[in-house]
Protein backbone atom coordinates (compact mmCIF):
# COMPACT_ATOMS: atom_id res chain seq x y z
CA UNK A 1 0.00 0.00 0.00
CA UNK A 2 1.63 3.64 -0.66
CA UNK A 3 0.71 6.82 0.72
CA UNK A 4 0.88 10.39 0.09
CA UNK A 5 3.87 11.97 2.09
CA UNK A 6 2.34 15.29 3.46
CA UNK A 7 5.61 17.96 3.27
CA UNK A 8 6.54 20.82 4.16
CA UNK A 9 8.84 23.99 2.29
CA UNK A 10 11.16 26.13 4.74
CA UNK A 11 11.43 30.01 5.70
CA UNK A 12 13.63 31.38 3.01
CA UNK A 13 16.16 34.41 3.27
CA UNK A 14 17.38 36.13 0.01
CA UNK A 15 20.23 34.64 -2.17
CA UNK A 16 20.64 31.89 0.18
CA UNK A 17 18.36 29.06 -0.47
CA UNK A 18 19.07 25.59 0.75
CA UNK A 19 17.41 22.48 1.22
CA UNK A 20 15.74 20.91 4.45
CA UNK A 21 12.02 19.74 5.82
CA UNK A 22 9.75 16.51 7.56
CA UNK A 23 9.90 13.85 5.39
CA UNK A 24 7.59 10.83 6.98
CA UNK A 25 9.02 7.69 6.10
CA UNK A 26 6.21 4.97 8.29
CA UNK A 27 7.16 1.09 6.80
CA UNK A 28 8.80 -0.13 3.75
CA UNK A 29 4.76 -1.47 3.23
CA UNK A 30 3.37 2.08 3.59
CA UNK A 31 5.78 3.65 1.31
CA UNK A 32 9.51 3.71 0.09
CA UNK A 33 9.45 6.90 -1.75
CA UNK A 34 9.79 10.79 -0.67
CA UNK A 35 8.59 13.95 -3.11
CA UNK A 36 10.27 16.31 -2.06
CA UNK A 37 13.32 18.11 0.46
CA UNK A 38 12.27 21.01 2.25
CA UNK A 39 13.81 24.26 1.56
CA UNK A 40 15.60 26.69 4.22
CA UNK A 41 17.87 29.45 4.87
CA UNK A 42 21.18 29.30 6.10
CA UNK A 43 20.10 31.83 8.31
CA UNK A 44 18.35 28.55 9.53
CA UNK A 45 14.98 30.00 10.05
CA UNK A 46 12.80 26.82 11.85
CA UNK A 47 10.04 27.74 10.21
CA UNK A 48 8.24 25.33 7.57
CA UNK A 49 6.16 26.61 4.28
CA UNK A 50 2.83 25.14 5.42
CA UNK A 51 3.63 26.87 9.14
CA UNK A 52 3.77 30.33 7.22
CA UNK A 53 0.83 29.07 5.06
CA UNK A 54 -1.38 28.17 7.78
CA UNK A 55 -0.14 31.22 10.00
CA UNK A 56 -1.39 33.75 6.96
CA UNK A 57 -4.84 31.69 7.00
CA UNK A 58 -4.95 32.00 10.53
CA UNK A 59 -4.84 35.74 10.84
CA UNK A 60 -7.91 35.83 9.71
CA UNK A 61 -9.74 33.55 12.39
CA UNK A 62 -13.49 34.50 11.61
CA UNK A 63 -13.28 32.46 7.86
CA UNK A 64 -14.21 29.17 7.07
CA UNK A 65 -11.51 27.81 4.66
CA UNK A 66 -10.65 24.68 2.86
CA UNK A 67 -7.52 24.91 1.34
CA UNK A 68 -5.23 22.65 -0.43
CA UNK A 69 -1.46 22.68 -2.35
CA UNK A 70 0.05 19.54 -4.32
CA UNK A 71 2.02 18.76 -6.37
CA UNK A 72 1.69 18.62 -10.25
CA UNK A 73 0.98 15.03 -10.20
CA UNK A 74 -0.78 14.59 -6.91
CA UNK A 75 1.88 12.16 -5.25
CA UNK A 76 2.73 14.90 -2.65
CA UNK A 77 0.32 17.13 -0.88
CA UNK A 78 2.36 20.82 0.45
CA UNK A 79 -0.70 22.12 2.55
CA UNK A 80 -4.19 21.35 3.76
CA UNK A 81 -6.63 22.65 5.74
CA UNK A 82 -9.99 20.98 5.73
CA UNK A 83 -9.23 19.82 1.68
CA UNK A 84 -12.62 17.96 1.72
CA UNK A 85 -14.97 20.61 3.21
CA UNK A 86 -17.73 21.64 0.44
CA UNK A 87 -17.72 25.62 0.59
CA UNK A 88 -19.58 27.98 -1.78
CA UNK A 89 -17.06 28.57 -4.31
CA UNK A 90 -18.37 31.71 -6.02
CA UNK A 91 -17.02 31.86 -9.57
CA UNK A 92 -14.57 28.79 -9.19
CA UNK A 93 -17.79 27.24 -10.00
CA UNK A 94 -17.00 28.10 -13.28
CA UNK A 95 -14.26 25.67 -13.46
CA UNK A 96 -16.54 23.28 -13.25
CA UNK A 97 -19.04 24.44 -15.89
CA UNK A 98 -16.86 25.09 -18.46
CA UNK A 99 -14.91 21.74 -18.12
CA UNK A 100 -18.22 19.62 -18.57
CA UNK A 101 -18.61 21.63 -21.39
CA UNK A 102 -15.64 20.57 -23.04
CA UNK A 103 -15.96 16.75 -21.73
CA UNK A 104 -19.20 16.38 -22.92
CA UNK A 105 -19.33 19.00 -26.19
CA UNK A 106 -16.18 18.86 -27.49
CA UNK A 107 -13.68 21.97 -27.68
CA UNK A 108 -14.55 22.66 -31.50
CA UNK A 109 -18.25 22.57 -30.74
CA UNK A 110 -19.76 25.86 -32.31
CA UNK A 111 -23.68 27.24 -30.79
CA UNK A 112 -26.33 27.85 -33.61
CA UNK A 113 -28.64 30.89 -34.30
CA UNK A 114 -31.23 29.56 -37.09
CA UNK A 115 -33.06 31.97 -39.15
CA UNK A 116 -36.69 31.61 -40.32
CA UNK A 117 -38.94 33.27 -42.50
CA UNK A 118 -42.82 33.30 -43.00
CA UNK A 119 -44.95 33.84 -46.15
CA UNK A 120 -43.31 33.92 -48.89
CA UNK A 121 -39.75 34.89 -50.31
CA UNK A 122 -40.35 37.17 -53.55
CA UNK A 123 -37.86 39.39 -54.80
CA UNK A 124 -36.48 39.98 -51.77
CA UNK A 125 -39.45 40.48 -49.88
CA UNK A 126 -40.36 38.03 -46.85
CA UNK A 127 -44.07 38.57 -46.61
CA UNK A 128 -44.25 37.55 -42.89
CA UNK A 129 -41.61 37.61 -40.17
CA UNK A 130 -38.25 36.89 -39.80
CA UNK A 131 -37.41 35.24 -36.76
CA UNK A 132 -34.20 34.04 -35.31
CA UNK A 133 -33.60 31.15 -33.11
CA UNK A 134 -30.93 31.63 -30.89
CA UNK A 135 -29.46 28.32 -28.76
CA UNK A 136 -27.80 30.04 -26.14
CA UNK A 137 -24.77 31.15 -28.23
CA UNK A 138 -22.87 33.27 -25.25
CA UNK A 139 -20.66 35.02 -27.24
CA UNK A 140 -23.03 38.31 -28.25
CA UNK A 141 -21.27 40.62 -25.67
CA UNK A 142 -18.80 43.24 -26.15
CA UNK A 143 -16.37 40.89 -23.97
CA UNK A 144 -15.77 38.78 -26.97
CA UNK A 145 -16.66 41.57 -29.42
CA UNK A 146 -15.76 45.23 -30.00
CA UNK A 147 -19.11 45.48 -30.03
CA UNK A 148 -22.20 43.36 -29.03
CA UNK A 149 -24.14 44.06 -32.13
CA UNK A 150 -21.28 42.18 -34.33
CA UNK A 151 -22.97 38.71 -34.78
CA UNK A 152 -26.33 39.90 -35.80
CA UNK A 153 -24.57 42.08 -38.17
CA UNK A 154 -23.22 39.18 -39.40
CA UNK A 155 -26.36 37.39 -39.96
CA UNK A 156 -27.69 40.59 -41.57
CA UNK A 157 -25.50 40.22 -44.18
CA UNK A 158 -25.78 37.15 -45.18
CA UNK A 159 -29.33 37.90 -45.21
CA UNK A 160 -28.48 40.65 -47.35
CA UNK A 161 -25.99 38.18 -49.46
CA UNK A 162 -29.21 35.98 -50.18
CA UNK A 163 -30.93 38.42 -51.76
CA UNK A 164 -33.22 39.45 -49.07
CA UNK A 165 -34.10 43.29 -49.27
CA UNK A 166 -37.05 43.93 -46.85
CA UNK A 167 -39.65 42.14 -44.08
CA UNK A 168 -43.15 42.95 -44.84
CA UNK A 169 -43.76 42.32 -40.70
CA UNK A 170 -42.24 41.58 -37.89
CA UNK A 171 -38.62 40.66 -36.17
CA UNK A 172 -38.77 37.81 -33.45
CA UNK A 173 -36.01 36.06 -31.96
CA UNK A 174 -37.01 32.91 -29.90
CA UNK A 175 -34.82 30.42 -27.64
CA UNK A 176 -32.35 32.09 -25.44
CA UNK A 177 -31.08 35.35 -26.77
CA UNK A 178 -28.21 36.95 -24.24
CA UNK A 179 -27.40 40.05 -26.31
CA UNK A 180 -25.23 42.62 -24.38
CA UNK A 181 -24.99 41.31 -21.01
CA UNK A 182 -21.62 42.33 -19.22
CA UNK A 183 -19.48 39.90 -17.06
CA UNK A 184 -21.50 40.98 -13.48
CA UNK A 185 -25.31 40.75 -15.08
CA UNK A 186 -27.62 38.20 -14.00
CA UNK A 187 -29.18 36.03 -16.65
CA UNK A 188 -31.95 35.26 -14.92
CA UNK A 189 -32.80 39.16 -13.70
CA UNK A 190 -35.16 39.17 -16.61
CA UNK A 191 -37.46 37.39 -18.16
CA UNK A 192 -37.03 35.04 -21.27
CA UNK A 193 -39.08 36.71 -23.58
CA UNK A 194 -38.29 40.58 -22.23
CA UNK A 195 -34.64 39.41 -23.11
CA UNK A 196 -34.76 38.08 -26.89
CA UNK A 197 -37.12 41.59 -27.48
CA UNK A 198 -33.61 43.29 -26.73
CA UNK A 199 -32.10 40.86 -29.11
CA UNK A 200 -34.70 41.28 -31.47
CA UNK A 201 -34.45 45.48 -31.49
CA UNK A 202 -30.94 44.93 -31.69
CA UNK A 203 -31.42 42.58 -34.87
CA UNK A 204 -34.19 45.20 -36.65
CA UNK A 205 -31.16 47.72 -36.30
CA UNK A 206 -28.56 45.28 -37.93
CA UNK A 207 -31.28 44.60 -40.49
CA UNK A 208 -31.33 48.41 -41.18
CA UNK A 209 -27.76 48.62 -41.72
CA UNK A 210 -27.05 46.82 -44.34
CA UNK A 211 -29.92 48.23 -46.03
CA UNK A 212 -33.23 45.38 -45.51
CA UNK A 213 -36.33 47.35 -44.75
CA UNK A 214 -38.11 46.49 -41.38
CA UNK A 215 -42.00 47.29 -41.57
CA UNK A 216 -43.24 45.50 -38.39
CA UNK A 217 -41.85 45.61 -34.87
CA UNK A 218 -38.79 44.28 -32.96
CA UNK A 219 -40.48 41.20 -30.73
CA UNK A 220 -39.26 38.40 -28.12
CA UNK A 221 -41.18 35.20 -27.80
CA UNK A 222 -40.21 31.89 -25.62
CA UNK A 223 -39.07 28.29 -27.03
CA UNK A 224 -36.57 26.92 -29.61
CA UNK A 225 -39.14 26.79 -32.59
CA UNK A 226 -40.15 29.37 -34.55
CA UNK A 227 -42.98 28.78 -37.58
CA UNK A 228 -41.76 29.18 -41.11
CA UNK A 229 -38.96 27.96 -43.46
CA UNK A 230 -35.35 27.91 -42.49
CA UNK A 231 -33.91 29.94 -44.10
CA UNK A 232 -30.07 30.29 -42.49
CA UNK A 233 -27.83 28.84 -39.83
CA UNK A 234 -25.06 31.10 -38.19
CA UNK A 235 -22.55 29.38 -36.58
CA UNK A 236 -20.45 31.39 -33.50
CA UNK A 237 -16.96 29.67 -35.04
CA UNK A 238 -18.64 32.16 -38.16
CA UNK A 239 -16.66 34.65 -36.56
CA UNK A 240 -13.53 35.03 -34.61
CA UNK A 241 -11.96 36.01 -31.02
CA UNK A 242 -8.49 37.40 -31.18
CA UNK A 243 -8.16 35.44 -34.80
CA UNK A 244 -9.29 31.93 -34.03
CA UNK A 245 -12.90 30.90 -34.64
CA UNK A 246 -15.27 31.02 -32.10
CA UNK A 247 -15.80 27.28 -30.96
CA UNK A 248 -16.47 26.33 -27.37
CA UNK A 249 -12.61 25.65 -26.76
CA UNK A 250 -11.94 29.60 -27.44
CA UNK A 251 -15.16 31.00 -26.60
CA UNK A 252 -14.45 29.76 -23.17
CA UNK A 253 -11.23 31.78 -22.69
CA UNK A 254 -12.97 35.12 -22.49
CA UNK A 255 -15.32 33.61 -20.05
CA UNK A 256 -12.60 32.55 -17.80
CA UNK A 257 -10.22 35.71 -17.64
CA UNK A 258 -13.04 37.84 -17.05
CA UNK A 259 -15.57 35.80 -14.83
CA UNK A 260 -18.26 36.55 -16.75
CA UNK A 261 -21.48 35.35 -15.01
CA UNK A 262 -23.86 35.31 -18.01
CA UNK A 263 -21.47 33.08 -20.61
CA UNK A 264 -21.47 30.71 -18.16
CA UNK A 265 -24.89 30.75 -16.78
CA UNK A 266 -26.16 29.97 -20.61
CA UNK A 267 -23.46 27.45 -20.96
CA UNK A 268 -25.08 25.82 -18.25
CA UNK A 269 -28.70 26.12 -19.22
CA UNK A 270 -27.41 24.76 -23.27
CA UNK A 271 -26.05 21.58 -21.46
CA UNK A 272 -29.44 21.11 -20.39
CA UNK A 273 -31.23 21.63 -23.35
CA UNK A 274 -29.06 19.90 -25.51
CA UNK A 275 -28.29 16.98 -23.62
CA UNK A 276 -30.80 16.93 -20.88
CA UNK A 277 -34.62 17.80 -20.34
CA UNK A 278 -35.09 21.37 -21.00
CA UNK A 279 -33.43 24.94 -20.99
CA UNK A 280 -32.98 25.40 -17.24
CA UNK A 281 -29.96 25.84 -14.44
CA UNK A 282 -31.11 22.36 -12.97
CA UNK A 283 -30.90 20.33 -16.28
CA UNK A 284 -27.47 21.99 -16.91
CA UNK A 285 -26.24 21.27 -13.40
CA UNK A 286 -27.33 17.50 -13.41
CA UNK A 287 -25.62 17.23 -17.01
CA UNK A 288 -22.25 18.65 -14.99
CA UNK A 289 -22.62 16.74 -11.57
CA UNK A 290 -22.87 13.27 -13.79
CA UNK A 291 -19.92 14.45 -16.10
CA UNK A 292 -18.24 15.45 -13.32
CA UNK A 293 -19.28 11.89 -11.27
CA UNK A 294 -16.60 10.38 -14.23
CA UNK A 295 -13.97 11.62 -14.15
CA UNK A 296 -10.92 9.77 -12.72
CA UNK A 297 -9.70 11.33 -9.68
CA UNK A 298 -12.40 13.29 -8.82
CA UNK A 299 -15.19 12.16 -5.91
CA UNK A 300 -18.19 14.11 -6.39
CA UNK A 301 -19.63 13.67 -3.00
CA UNK A 302 -20.97 16.69 -1.05
CA UNK A 303 -21.14 18.54 -3.95
CA UNK A 304 -24.11 21.00 -4.52
CA UNK A 305 -24.26 22.58 -8.19
CA UNK A 306 -27.32 25.37 -8.82
CA UNK A 307 -25.66 27.25 -11.56
CA UNK A 308 -23.05 27.70 -14.09
CA UNK A 309 -21.55 31.20 -12.83
CA UNK A 310 -21.37 30.42 -9.14
CA UNK A 311 -23.58 33.32 -8.22
CA UNK A 312 -25.83 30.72 -6.25
CA UNK A 313 -24.19 31.01 -2.65
CA UNK A 314 -25.59 27.46 -2.09
CA UNK A 315 -23.27 25.65 -4.04
CA UNK A 316 -20.53 23.66 -2.59
CA UNK A 317 -17.38 22.36 -3.94
CA UNK A 318 -13.89 21.58 -1.85
CA UNK A 319 -10.50 22.36 -2.43
CA UNK A 320 -9.36 18.73 -3.45
CA UNK A 321 -12.29 18.39 -6.06
CA UNK A 322 -10.94 21.74 -7.14
CA UNK A 323 -7.59 20.39 -7.78
CA UNK A 324 -8.40 17.17 -9.31
CA UNK A 325 -10.36 18.66 -11.69
CA UNK A 326 -7.93 21.39 -12.37
CA UNK A 327 -5.10 18.55 -12.63
CA UNK A 328 -7.57 16.52 -15.56
CA UNK A 329 -8.58 19.20 -17.45
CA UNK A 330 -4.51 20.63 -17.73
CA UNK A 331 -4.10 17.08 -18.79
CA UNK A 332 -7.02 16.69 -21.18
CA UNK A 333 -7.62 20.17 -22.67
CA UNK A 334 -4.73 22.15 -23.10
CA UNK A 335 -7.08 25.09 -24.41
CA UNK A 336 -8.60 25.21 -21.22
CA UNK A 337 -5.93 26.56 -19.34
CA UNK A 338 -5.66 29.48 -21.65
CA UNK A 339 -8.55 30.73 -19.87
CA UNK A 340 -7.45 30.97 -16.38
CA UNK A 341 -6.05 34.85 -15.12
CA UNK A 342 -2.39 35.25 -15.07
CA UNK A 343 -1.40 37.20 -11.68
CA UNK A 344 -0.34 40.95 -12.78
CA UNK A 345 -1.28 40.18 -16.72
CA UNK A 346 -4.80 39.60 -17.54
CA UNK A 347 -8.01 38.53 -16.37
CA UNK A 348 -9.70 39.15 -13.30
CA UNK A 349 -5.91 38.74 -11.00
CA UNK A 350 -4.38 41.37 -13.69
CA UNK A 351 -4.03 43.85 -10.27
CA UNK A 352 -2.38 41.39 -8.41
CA UNK A 353 0.76 39.89 -7.50
CA UNK A 354 2.11 42.13 -9.57
CA UNK A 355 5.24 43.35 -6.65
CA UNK A 356 5.08 39.53 -5.79
CA UNK A 357 7.24 36.61 -6.82
CA UNK A 358 3.63 35.47 -8.66
CA UNK A 359 3.73 37.66 -10.97
CA UNK A 360 3.45 36.11 -14.63
CA UNK A 361 3.59 32.67 -12.69
CA UNK A 362 0.17 32.64 -10.84
CA UNK A 363 -2.48 30.92 -13.56
CA UNK A 364 -5.83 30.78 -11.39
CA UNK A 365 -9.22 31.33 -11.61
CA UNK A 366 -11.37 33.89 -8.68
CA UNK A 367 -14.45 33.62 -6.75
CA UNK A 368 -15.95 36.73 -5.41
CA UNK A 369 -19.08 37.25 -3.18
CA UNK A 370 -20.21 39.00 -0.13
CA UNK A 371 -19.71 35.56 2.03
CA UNK A 372 -16.98 33.91 -0.56
CA UNK A 373 -13.75 34.63 -1.67
CA UNK A 374 -11.81 31.95 -3.71
CA UNK A 375 -8.66 31.63 -6.14
CA UNK A 376 -7.92 27.94 -7.20
CA UNK A 377 -5.46 27.06 -10.20
CA UNK A 378 -1.24 26.72 -10.25
CA UNK A 379 1.46 28.49 -9.60
CA UNK A 380 4.61 27.72 -11.47
CA UNK A 381 8.10 27.86 -9.98
CA UNK A 382 11.00 28.88 -12.15
CA UNK A 383 13.71 27.58 -9.34
CA UNK A 384 12.26 24.11 -9.95
CA UNK A 385 9.92 24.51 -13.07
CA UNK A 386 7.31 22.77 -11.39
CA UNK A 387 3.78 23.39 -10.90
CA UNK A 388 1.82 23.43 -7.74
CA UNK A 389 -1.57 23.33 -8.28
CA UNK A 390 -3.60 24.70 -4.91
CA UNK A 391 -7.20 25.84 -4.05
CA UNK A 392 -8.45 28.28 -1.49
CA UNK A 393 -12.35 28.51 -0.49
CA UNK A 394 -12.91 31.05 2.37
CA UNK A 395 -16.12 31.66 3.26
CA UNK A 396 -18.05 33.95 6.24
CA UNK A 397 -20.87 36.22 6.71
CA UNK A 398 -19.80 39.50 4.88
CA UNK A 399 -16.56 37.95 4.18
CA UNK A 400 -13.38 40.61 4.25
CA UNK A 401 -12.99 40.21 0.69
CA UNK A 402 -9.72 42.50 0.81
CA UNK A 403 -7.80 41.00 3.53
CA UNK A 404 -9.25 37.54 2.42
CA UNK A 405 -7.74 38.11 -1.17
CA UNK A 406 -4.37 39.28 0.43
CA UNK A 407 -4.12 36.36 2.52
CA UNK A 408 -4.67 34.01 -0.51
CA UNK A 409 -1.83 35.79 -2.32
CA UNK A 410 0.18 35.78 0.17
CA UNK A 411 -0.37 32.43 0.77
CA UNK A 412 0.21 31.44 -3.20
CA UNK A 413 3.17 33.16 -3.67
CA UNK A 414 4.67 31.14 -1.37
CA UNK A 415 5.12 28.32 -3.76
CA UNK A 416 5.57 30.74 -6.84
CA UNK A 417 10.15 30.98 -6.93
CA UNK A 418 11.53 31.43 -3.40
CA UNK A 419 12.78 28.27 -2.95
CA UNK A 420 13.48 25.27 -5.06
CA UNK A 421 12.01 21.59 -4.75
CA UNK A 422 14.00 18.30 -5.30
CA UNK A 423 13.23 15.25 -5.66
CA UNK A 424 15.29 12.78 -3.37
CA UNK A 425 15.57 9.41 -3.48
CA UNK A 426 14.48 6.79 -0.38
CA UNK A 427 15.53 3.72 -0.09
CA UNK A 428 15.07 0.89 2.33
CA UNK A 429 17.51 -2.17 3.29
CA UNK A 430 17.64 -4.57 5.72
CA UNK A 431 16.01 -1.99 8.36
CA UNK A 432 18.37 1.07 7.78
CA UNK A 433 16.94 4.02 5.47
CA UNK A 434 19.04 5.71 3.24
CA UNK A 435 18.63 9.01 1.35
CA UNK A 436 20.15 10.26 -1.84
CA UNK A 437 19.34 14.00 -2.37
CA UNK A 438 20.84 16.78 -5.36
CA UNK A 439 23.52 18.99 -3.94
CA UNK A 440 26.28 21.32 -4.94
CA UNK A 441 29.89 20.01 -3.89
CA UNK A 442 31.30 21.71 -1.27
CA UNK A 443 28.55 22.27 0.90
CA UNK A 444 27.98 20.78 3.87
CA UNK A 445 24.56 19.28 4.85
CA UNK A 446 22.98 18.04 8.28
CA UNK A 447 19.98 15.41 8.53
CA UNK A 448 18.16 15.18 11.57
CA UNK A 449 14.81 13.38 12.73
CA UNK A 450 12.05 13.25 15.17
CA UNK A 451 9.61 10.56 15.72
CA UNK A 452 6.54 12.82 15.75
CA UNK A 453 6.36 16.41 14.56
CA UNK A 454 4.80 17.68 17.97
CA UNK A 455 8.70 16.41 19.87
CA UNK A 456 10.31 20.21 20.91
CA UNK A 457 13.86 18.71 19.24
CA UNK A 458 15.58 17.71 15.93
CA UNK A 459 17.72 15.06 17.00
CA UNK A 460 20.94 15.02 14.67
CA UNK A 461 21.92 11.98 12.78
CA UNK A 462 25.27 11.27 12.53
CA UNK A 463 28.00 13.95 11.76
CA UNK A 464 27.91 16.60 8.74
CA UNK A 465 28.01 15.43 5.28
CA UNK A 466 30.20 17.71 3.00
CA UNK A 467 28.95 17.12 -0.53
CA UNK A 468 31.99 16.22 -3.01
CA UNK A 469 29.69 15.88 -6.74
CA UNK A 470 26.25 17.22 -7.33
CA UNK A 471 24.14 13.93 -4.84
CA UNK A 472 24.89 13.55 -1.15
CA UNK A 473 24.03 10.43 0.64
CA UNK A 474 22.83 9.51 4.29
CA UNK A 475 21.74 6.62 6.10
CA UNK A 476 20.05 5.71 9.18
CA UNK A 477 20.84 2.13 10.61
CA UNK A 478 18.63 3.12 13.96
CA UNK A 479 15.63 3.17 12.20
CA UNK A 480 14.13 -0.81 12.37
CA UNK A 481 11.96 -1.15 14.82
CA UNK A 482 10.49 2.48 14.85
CA UNK A 483 7.00 2.98 13.65
CA UNK A 484 7.63 6.31 11.94
CA UNK A 485 10.44 9.20 11.85
CA UNK A 486 10.21 12.64 10.14
CA UNK A 487 13.55 13.49 8.90
CA UNK A 488 15.04 17.31 7.50
CA UNK A 489 17.91 17.95 5.68
CA UNK A 490 19.82 21.44 6.09
CA UNK A 491 22.31 23.34 4.37
CA UNK A 492 24.83 23.99 6.96
CA UNK A 493 27.31 25.78 4.59
Known amino acids: MSRKPRLGFGSPLPLKVVYSGPLNVRTLCEYTAMAALLLVSLAGHAQTIPDRFDAILSALPGNTWSALVENDSGT ?40 YYEGELTNGTITGNLSLVCEHDPTWNTTVFRSARAPLEHIAAQLKALGVTSV ?46 VSGSAV ?29 GVACIPLLKVSHNVMADLLCRHLGWKLGSDDSYAAGTVQVL ?8 LHTNGMVMNDGSGLSRGNRFSARQ ?64 QRYLFSLLANRT ?23 VVQPQVTWTGGTVGFTWPATPGHSYRVQFKRTLSDPDWQTLGSEITATSTT ?16 RIWLVR
Open 76 to 115: ATYYERNPDTGLAPASNTKLFTTAAAFGLLGTNYTFETRV
Open 168 to 213: ASNVQCYGVCAYNFSATSFLAASSTESKNAVAAIAFRSALLAKGIV
Open 220 to 248: GQTGFTAPGTLLYTHHSSDLSYEGRPLRL
Open 290 to 297: TWLSQMPG
Open 322 to 385: CIALIRYMLGAFPVWDEGLPIGCVDGTIRRRFCDMDGAKEVHAKTGSLRTSIALSGYVHNPRDD
Open 398 to 420: NIDQTATRQAIDDAVVLFSGSFR
Open 472 to 487: ATSTDASFGGVPQRFY
